[in-house]
Nanobody, 124 residues
Framework: QVHLVESGGGSVQAGGSLSLSCEAS????????MAWFRQAPGKEREYVAI???????YYADSVRGRSTISQDKAENALYLQMNSLKPEDTAMYYC??????????????????WGQGTQVTVSS
């Protein structure tokens, strides 16, 4: 089992920045890829950014160029730096981890472990 705990969400005005953190514990050696997803009210959960074990990164079109995902394997930590925030970035942000290689890294079914979420609210 892998346990994930997010932190760093909050309220910010449009154009501002936020940094999210995720601390992983448990069987972290099993993790093959980690990601940030988000879910706005009434919408499906969508991926925001993904980072694989070797460090390959993927970004959703909506955040590319404004966000940076990074990891510190020694600390079992995942980060998401978000800049130039927009009201449409408002959502609950979830840290996710996968210990399998089934499904694409872009597919939510790939991820077995999820944090409880941290709210990001961007006002105009």
């Amino acid at each position: 089992q892998v346990h994930l705990v997010e932190s760093g969400g909050g309220s910010v005005q449009a154009g501002g920045s936020l940094s999210l953190s995720c601390e992983a514990s448990g069987d972290t050696d099993r993790i093959t890829v980690m990601a940030w997803f988000r879910q706005a009210p009434g919408k499906e959960r969508e991926y925001v950014a993904i980072i694989t074990g070797p460090g390959d990164t993927y970004y959703a079109d909506s955040v590319r160029g404004r966000s940076t995902i990074s990891q510190d394997k020694a600390e079992n930590a995942l980060y998401l730096q978000m800049n130039s925030l927009k009201p449409e970035d408002t959502a609950m942000y979830y840290c996710a981890a996968s210990s399998s290689r089934t499904y694409s890294v872009l597919d939510t079914r790939r991820y077995s472990f999820w944090g409880q979420g941290t709210q990001v609210t961007v006002s105009s």
